[in-house]
């Protein structure tokens, strides 16, 4: 069987769209559906059913689930088996929130690169439960979450702490001043989409405020969060590497947040999978990189 069909079987089962798990396997979404088809046809089952609202996975489907999993597992260990004399090779990817992505892992890559030449690091932007999932299908080796409560059958590693920030606009009536949660508890905050560690701690405290009237409005982008606070419309948490230079520039203040100023950093694995020498680098990296 060619295990390609595997993971476009997978990557459906996830997005349940062929669309998009066309361009998550950078596919024509023809491809995907003569893919599914024909793994379809090797098997005698139908494996998806194809609904107005997405492709919902029929009980064969469901039931090939676990067994797709274990046998590209079982690849993997053979790709490591063959590779393992010489220096690490080979391809890992790395799944990793945006903000992580964005200001922490550019000079992680810059410098792998340079000290393991034959290690190609993919890098995918995911939060925590996109995250688990890649790694469960292994389409990521490796995860990367702000998170301290993982899936419990993945392997969580501490590395360290990230520094959050709340910020506003210079001009917020907030600003350069020490609110307590009475006061904050009573302004608009703009924070990442349900499923962020941070935002939906800090959204928990903001409501657990007798008397509480938070307007609280969620995003799915850092960037887009962070550009409703520089326009003057509220608050928001954010990683401190994502706001730094625009609180260098004067275009965000940062106030003193009276508690939940870090949030946990943690190297996710998928303890069934064997990993490669490469993978192993790898995670040596990540965690010389937050090394204190």
């Known amino acids: 069987m060619d295990t390609r069909l595997l993971h476009t079987f997978l990557s459906l089962s996830r997005n349940r769209n062929f669309t998009s798990t066309a361009a998550e396997l950078h596919l024509a979404q023809s491809t995907v559906t003569v893919q599914i088809r024909t793994l379809e046809k090797q098997l005698g089952a139908r494996l998806f059913d194809r609904l107005p609202g997405g492709a919902e996975l029929t009980a064969a489907g469901r039931r090939l689930l676990r067994p797709a999993e274990d046998l590209l597992a079982a690849e993997a260990?053979?790709?490591?088996?063959?590779?393992?004399?010489?220096p690490p090779s080979g391809e890992v990817t790395l799944a990793a929130t945006e903000s992580l992505c964005a200001y922490r892992l550019p000079e992680l890559i810059t410098a792998l690169r340079?000290?393991?030449?034959?290690?190609?690091?993919?890098?995918?932007?995911?939060?925590?439960?996109?995250?688990?999932?890649l790694l469960h299908t292994g389409r990521a080796q490796l995860a990367?979450?702000?998170?301290?409560?993982?899936?419990?059958?993945?392997?969580?590693?501490?590395l360290g702490q990230e520094p959050l920030s709340l910020v506003c606009a210079p001009e917020h009536r907030l600003a350069g001043r020490r609110p307590r949660w009475s006061q904050l508890?009573?302004?608009?905050?703009f924070l990442l989409e349900p499923g962020c560690f941070y935002s939906d701690r800090l959204a928990h405290r903001l409501l657990a405020v007798p008397d509480a009237q938070p307007r609280l409005t969620r995003f799915g982008s850092i960037e887009a969060a962070r550009a409703c606070v520089a326009g003057g419309l509220g608050l928001g948490l954010f990683p401190t590497a994502a706001v730094r230079e625009l609180?260098?520039?004067?275009?965000?203040?940062?106030?003193?947040?009276?508690?939940?100023?870090?949030?946990?950093?943690?190297?996710?694995?998928?303890?069934?999978?064997?990993?490669?020498p490469a993978t192993h680098a790898v995670a040596a990296a990540l965690r010389a990189h937050w090394r204190p």
Request: net charge negative.
């Open 185 to 189: 508890a009573r302004e608009s905050f």
């Open 114 to 133: 340079v000290e393991q030449p034959r290690i190609e690091l993919h890098l995918i932007p995911a939060g925590t439960a996109l995250g688990g999932r």
């Open 247 to 276: 609180v260098e520039q004067g275009r965000l203040a940062e106030l003193p947040l009276p508690a939940h100023t870090e949030a946990p950093v943690l190297l996710t694995y998928d303890p069934r999978r064997s990993p490669s």
């Open 144 to 158: 990367l979450v702000l998170d301290a409560t993982p899936e419990p059958d993945l392997t969580a590693e501490p």
């Open 77 to 86: 260990a053979l790709h490591t088996a063959a590779g393992a004399d010489g």
